[in-house]
């Protein structure tokens, strides 16, 4: 390939870059990105720069050693796959030999009508200062889910010194795709920090006009807010491709083992917009964390540079980690897809816990709070086990 475009200027994106040219590819390299900075990590956007303790221009990844023409703030808007050629939105077109889909996820939006003001998704850089600057110590905020996002946001606006945080879930514990373990220990953290909790229960709409002054929940209580964070998940950025005849897996690009776009032999796809199949899974699966985007960037340009014979099966042991009030907490493996969970240490005072989960006693993956050791050994057995076919 002459010619590589990489649509998506996140992580994914960038490391799929870097990959590239470390791969040997010396053609030209164009990076499509629809934000107006080049890549920058989001984990800190929910916890450290939200708190005040990281300045947003330290989450820039150094970007320069990839040799690529960047073409930011603006946005691909269709993909032309019978005459190579990506559309932007500002009418530019792209030509392409190869091409690295990273266009990653965007907040899942209330399906419902929300006041123009003071409701807030949290994704990008920008919507993190938005969200720092729409909280004082008085604010009232509710958390719409109670996922890793929302559990983090909340913490971090305790840490702020916001007095009146609620956390909101349908589920009867935060973190739900976690299991009732380690949900219970990450209620009783929210707790003791003086977030109030709300589960079980859902909103049915949302108070104020111009401005939100509460939420109506469907138990039929009121909980005033002036913000509200909305964080129930997300959904892929694969509209642009709508029209391209490429495969979708509920919305994400449906990519072989390889990491490459099911039937396009010059397409390859990574991170949170990508699904793929797993050898212990019956349906193709998908990664919205940070080490799958690089490791996932990695595998995809490895084997988009190579000749089909020759490339790899991308087989992680997925990752990921979440911090609240200093604690961390650590996933490894397919912990979801467990049909039977064991605590293996608990220990409150020093604030650990090992949770683990099998399918008919076999490994499927571990959750730890405060354990890092313990989930390195995890990650270890879970890369050595060899995965049956599902
Ligand atoms: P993205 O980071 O979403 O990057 C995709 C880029 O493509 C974006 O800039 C997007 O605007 C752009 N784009 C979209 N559509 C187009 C288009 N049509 N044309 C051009 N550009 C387009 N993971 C963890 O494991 N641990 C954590 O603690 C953690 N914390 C997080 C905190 C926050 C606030 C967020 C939002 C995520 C967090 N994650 C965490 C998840 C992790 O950041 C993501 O998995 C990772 O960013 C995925 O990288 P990506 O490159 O695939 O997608």
Redesign the pocket.
Known sequence: ARRIVI???????LRAGEALRDGGFDGELTV????PHPPYN??P??KQVLTGTMDPDRCRFPADRIQATWLLGT??AALDRARRTILLHDGRQVPYDGLVI????RARPWPGRVPPLGVHT??TVADSLALRRAVDPATRVAVLGAGF?GCEVAASLRTLGVATVTLIDIAPHPMPGLGPEIGARVAAMHAEHGVRLRLGTTVARFEGRRRVTALHMADGTRIPADVVLIALGSVP?TE?LAGSGLALHRGSVLCDTHCMAVGADRIAAA???AAWPHPRLSEPFQV????N?GDMAKAAAANLLAAPAHRTPYTPVPT????QYGAKIQSAGLFGHATRRTVVEDDPGSGRLVVEGDRDGELMGAVTVNRPRALIGYQRALAASPAPAA
């Open positions: 649509a998506g200027a996140g992580l994914a994106g499509i990105g629809d934000e989001r984990p956007l929910s946005r691909a990273a266009t990653g996820r949290l994704r996002l950025n642009w991170g949170d917009v919205e964390h940070w080490t985007a990921f980690w979440s911090d």
